[in-house]
């Protein structure tokens, strides 16, 4: 296993290594400079866009350029973004992330356990209207253009019938005199999260050891004492009610994108069971003579995960990204926007520091993958 | 999760979305005859709601306003891109977004400003016009002497040391970007604090009024107490390094600008009417009211004949530009009337349109204003007012005169009458564009010279073919087959063969136009550009490429024949200069006019008002008629308020009211 582990990180260097110069030369295949954006001011003396191009190091050819690029980025220097000059890139990475990461989490865990429990429900009760009603309804969320949507959900449910703010993070108002910044709050917000999931695996490992009648319950059980865990300290914070602020205003966006998303695992979770119920030892469970729930959620369910906890482990990685539209619509500057406005605009640094940590977690997260397969799936084992 | 209610959540959504996209019930079309007995200034709303056709006659009674009947609360403005620093050296160097702008902006006090809507340069710190300028031994010296009593946020005062310090430091740091535009070190050598109140500015060679008037007077001006130390910390980075030795001294100079640039900003005193308070990035900018602000309550007068005014009661009083009596233009008092300017950052134009009619906002600030379809949106949503105001800035069609036939004046003029600016602009674009004839636009009224010749206006497509071929013929193209105007199909019937005047085939050449993607205006032009020119044989291809790549083809490699582009422009017309003249770094398409660059010289150097409007006028003929760019139209700033909540002094100005950051040591709230 030692071996495999070790064997899976190596390629994962040389991939990556691959992944940073490809995007290097496709980010600097783009037409242009930034310094050009400077050409368009008269006012300018024409030495002064000369000029910058030199601090910024545009003066020097390609190849220079991505040897210093590699060089800084192996000594954790990401360089200093072009449109922030001279701001460090890691420096906006940091103030970005939480951002992105307490929504996009938060909405992939969601929009998973939705999707999950949809498609155990579909593929145990078939042919009926539900079935079709929910597959209609996915689908049709699923291939929905999204920016429409989510243009629809805030005027809907923050328009027009004014139950949520049409985006932002923050309600400006209250946060005027705030001693704090809200990239605190949403660190907290994260190590909460954090705190909250570890006490209630552990509260479940705990649970589970309870005899059968009480055993049933320490799924919920669990949870309650996670949430318990994680609210306990909030009691008498400072930060909690503009912490209830950021919840509120993600209420929103979560939805959104959980009426998008949930469809992909609900059909993933309904075709990888409808495959385990034709297995032997479904068939056994069920000559046993065990209630079809505890068949349906201890023998078939579980095995059907697997494919399902691989989709949420790679979905989770790419959480970082942020998604660029929803976070245009709903005004949530993380991540995707953030991307996106360093590619339009030619920040190469910054963009190619976004790319790296994407990069950097998909690969990680296949080797995650991986692992928790073998953990997993007692028949798979690497050597 | 029980199936029924799975199943009732789906129909939930479902009938929502269809509710969603219901319309609104429209009211039935009343064709009503109203007559109206006495003529009514003010706006009353009126609800009527009627199912039948009626005559009626309204009464109005108009309900006085009580004066001063606004709130105090904060202005909430929406912006779509967040600040890049709030560092005002960094600002006015290499991170001068408009954005930034929008917020530092109002910090930033200079000796001289613009006045409202008409843009006379008037003083602001200065207690009036600068000193003439005067030989003194090796420079050329001009004195300001400023008003006394105008204090920073945290109540030290402006004083002329501060006006050195800032001149002194953005020159002895070589400051770049717009640094470097104010004060201009080729011009300028350095400013001294003559006294607490009076400035002098010495300049290496004699400045025109775009390098001293327009150029260091309009300058930022910091404040000493609170910049020094940093200013002290990057000049040590130049300390013990030869400036003969190039790598080394730009390597320092590089460092220096670091140190400056990223030097802590966080309670930065402020000389404008709000300074900021909190920044919380990617949400919002916080910017309280300036309490020591000095230009409290100042009343502004601008009179018809071109006389302007101001005074705050019981301090100063100013009058220029004429006799300060007669018919009045505008008349105003600046407040603030609100406690503070909260910069509200959204996504996109779309959700900050959502705010505004959810009331979460006052005002959007967007350098390219509304998109058309959102501002009719507004429109028609009833309570908001879209205000329409002409931008400063044009695309324009320009020429490479390193390439034959360009170079000929009447192949030039040919085109600009093939152009058809108003089918362009009210048939193609639908209104969306104004069509421009000048390089100077209208709204820049001092500048702008109305008998500029607009070349083909007005014309019908019929006169506009023969004139080209006209112009053509006279220049020496021939054709083996001339177009001609069909009258009976009412159309060109297309010349073919088109020879250059020494017989040689015209070669075909391409128009560089961004792509519909980027601004699908330009690509409209571009396209109906080729199909005029081909009628009439002249075998153009529009290229509709990549912004970045003309930008790159046209502005580095120099490898274009025409193109097609735009330009924002400075209020001070020296751009005029900047394009045009033989030996500028933006005559990209090498026009070449001695006589052109003998009267910019002048222009460039002359100090005196009247005579530098008397010059810029005669460039904007010289232009119009050798017509190395043929403009082609402006789109329009388009606004929107809901004038229930907000009250600007005045609505029409160049730019639109994003011009003035939205006005907020001026506006008024009403709820």
Not at chain 1, 14 to 34: C, E, K, N, V
Not at chain 2, 51 to 76: D, F, I, S, W
Not at chain 2, 230 to 242: F, H
Request: with cysteine; glycine share 6%.
């Amino acid at each position: 296993m030692t071996r495999y582990v070790l064997r899976r990180l190596v390629q994962i260097i040389i991939t990556f290594f691959l992944f940073q110069t490809l995007t290097f030369f496709l980010l600097y295949a783009q037409p242009g400079d930034i310094a050009n954006q400077y050409l368009l001011n008269p006012n300018l003396p024409p030495d002064a866009a000369e000029q910058l191009r030199k601090e910024l190091g545009l003066d020097k050819p390609p190849h220079l350029q991505y040897i210093q690029y590699m060089k800084n980025f192996l000594t954790g220097n990401l360089g200093v973004s072009f449109t922030n000059y001279p701001r460090p890139v890691i420096d906006i990475i940091k103030e970005r992330l939480p951002r992105t990461l307490v929504l996009f989490f938060t909405a992939t865990v969601i929009s998973f356990y939705v999707g999950f429990a949809l498609g155990k429900l579909l593929a145990w009760k078939r042919g009926g209207l539900f079935e079709y009603a929910t597959t209609v309804v996915g689908v049709t969320l699923y291939t929905v253009f999204t920016p429409w949507f989510a243009l629809m959900m805030i005027w809907l449910f923050a328009y027009k019938w004014n139950l949520f703010p049409t985006g932002k993070f923050i309600t400006p108002t209250l946060w005027r005199n705030t001693p704090f910044t809200a990239n605190d709050v949403f660190l907290r917000m994260i190590w909460t999260g954090v705190w909250g999931g570890v006490v209630a695996v552990a509260a479940y490992l705990l649970f589970r050891r309870l005899p059968p009648p009480y055993r049933f319950f320490s799924g919920f059980l669990a949870l309650f004492v996670g949430i318990i865990a994680a609210v306990i300290p909030w009691i008498h914070s400072p930060m909690a009610r503009y912490a209830l602020d950021i919840l509120w205003h993600m209420i929103l966006p979560i939805a959104t994108l959980t009426l998008i998303s949930f469809a992909g695992t609900m059909l993933l979770t309904r075709n990888s069971l409808l495959e385990t119920m034709r297995e032997d030892y479904i068939l056994a469970a069920r000559a046993k003579g065990l209630p079809e729930k505890v068949v349906r959620d201890k023998h078939a369910a579980r095995t059907a995960l697997l494919p399902v906890v691989t989709s949420l482990v790679f979905s989770l990685a790419f959480a970082i990204d942020g998604g660029v539209i929803t976070e245009t619509m709903f005004s949530w500057p993380g991540m995707g926007l953030t991307l996106l406005n360093a590619v339009v605009q030619e920040d190469i640094p910054l963009a190619m520091g976004a790319f790296s940590f994407t990069g950097m977690l998909a690969l990680l997260a296949h080797l995650a993958a991986d692992l928790l397969y073998a953990y997993l799936d007692p028949r798979i084992r690497y050597s | 999760m029980s199936r029924k209610r799975l199943l009732l959540l789906a129909i939930l959504v479902i009938a929502a979305m269809v509710l969603a996209a219901c319309p609104k019930p429209t009211p039935e079309k009343v064709v009503e005859t109203v007559v109206v007995t006495k003529e009514v200034k003010q706006v009353v709303k009126e609800t009527v709601v009627v199912t039948k056709e009626v005559e009626k006659t309204v009464v109005v009674t108009p309900t006085p306003t009580p004066e001063g009947a606004y709130v105090e609360r904060p202005y909430r403005l929406a912006i779509f891109e967040d600040l890049t620093t709030t560092n005002p050296w960094s600002y006015y160097g290499p991170n001068s977004t408009v954005w930034n702008g929008y917020v530092i902006g109002l910090m930033l006090p200079s000796l001289y400003g613009y006045s409202d809507q008409r843009f006379d340069w008037i003083p602001s710190l200065a207690a009036d016009f600068p000193t003439p300028l005067e030989q003194e031994g090796d420079y050329w010296v001009s004195t300001v002497k400023m008003k006394e009593g105008v204090k920073w946020s945290d109540g030290e005062p402006i004083t002329a040391e501060d006006v050195a310090f800032t001149v002194n430091a953005a020159l002895q740091l070589k400051l770049t970007d717009n640094w470097e535009a104010a004060y201009d070190p080729e011009y300028v050598d350095h400013a001294e604090a003559v006294d607490t109140y009076t400035v002098k500015f010495y300049f290496k060679k004699k400045p025109g009024l775009a390098r001293w008037q327009f150029g260091a007077a309009m300058g930022p001006i910091l404040p000493k107490h609170f910049w020094a130390s940093a200013v002290e910390e990057a000049k040590k980075k130049l300390e013990g390094v030869d400036p003969n030795d190039e790598e080394a001294y730009k390597k320092a100079l590089e460092e220096a600008h670091k140190v400056l640039y990223t030097a802590p900003a966080d309670g930065q005193p402020t000389g404008g009417a709000f300074g900021l308070t909190k920044w919380e990035k990617g949400a919002f900018v916080q910017s309280d009211r300036n309490e020591n602000w000095a230009f409290k309550g100042q009343h502004v007068v601008e009179y018809k004949n071109g006389a302007y005014y101001e005074e705050v009661p019981g301090w100063y009083e100013f009058c220029a530009y004429g006799d300060c009596s007669g018919d009045v233009t505008l008349d105003y008092t600046v407040g603030p009337y609100v406690t503070s300017v909260l910069h509200n950052l959204y996504g996109s134009q779309d959700a900050a349109i959502l705010a505004l009619q959810k009331d979460e906002v006052d005002f959007m600030l967007n350098p390219l204003g509304l998109q058309v379809g959102l501002a009719q949106q507004l429109e028609q949503a009833g309570n908001f007012r879209v205000v329409r105001n002409p931008s400063n800035g044009f695309r324009y069609l320009g020429f490479n005169f390193e390439r034959h036939p360009q170079d000929v004046k009447e192949f030039r003029e040919a085109v600009a009458y093939l152009i058809d600016k108003e089918f362009i602009t009210q048939r193609l674009l639908q209104g969306a564009a104004l069509p421009v004839y000048t390089l100077v636009p209208e709204g820049n009224g001092y500048w702008f010279n109305p008998d500029v010749p607009k070349i083909g206006q007005g014309l019908s497509r019929e006169e506009r073919v023969n004139k080209a071929v006209e112009l053509l013929k006279s220049a020496g193209f021939t054709w083996d087959k001339e177009p001609k105007w069909d009258p009976d199909k009412k159309a060109v019937d297309p010349g073919e063969g088109l020879k250059l005047p020494d017989g040689s085939p015209m070669p075909e050449f391409e128009i560089l136009a961004p792509s519909a993607g980027y601004d699908p205006m330009r690509a409209t032009a571009a396209i109906w550009i080729e199909k005029w020119l081909n009628e009439v044989g002249i075998p153009a291809k529009a290229n509709l490429t990549g912004f970045n790549v003309i930008v790159q083809k046209v502005f580095v490699e120099g490898d274009f024949d025409m193109w097609i582009l735009g330009w924002g422009l400075s209020l001070y017309p020296d751009y005029l200069c900047d394009f045009f003249m033989s030996d500028s770094g933006y005559n990209v398409g090498h026009y070449n006019n001695p006589e052109f660059d003998k009267k910019c010289s002048a222009f460039l150097e002359e100090t005196d008002m009247e005579k530098a409007r008397e010059q810029a006028f005669e460039l904007q003929e010289i232009l119009s008629t050798e017509l190395p760019y043929v403009t082609l139209f402006t789109a329009p700033i388009l606004e929107a308020y809901n004038p229930e909540v907000v009250q600007f002094p005045y609505t029409e100005t160049l730019d639109g009211i994003q011009n003035w950051n939205g006005m907020p040591s001026a506006v008024k709230l009403m709820k």
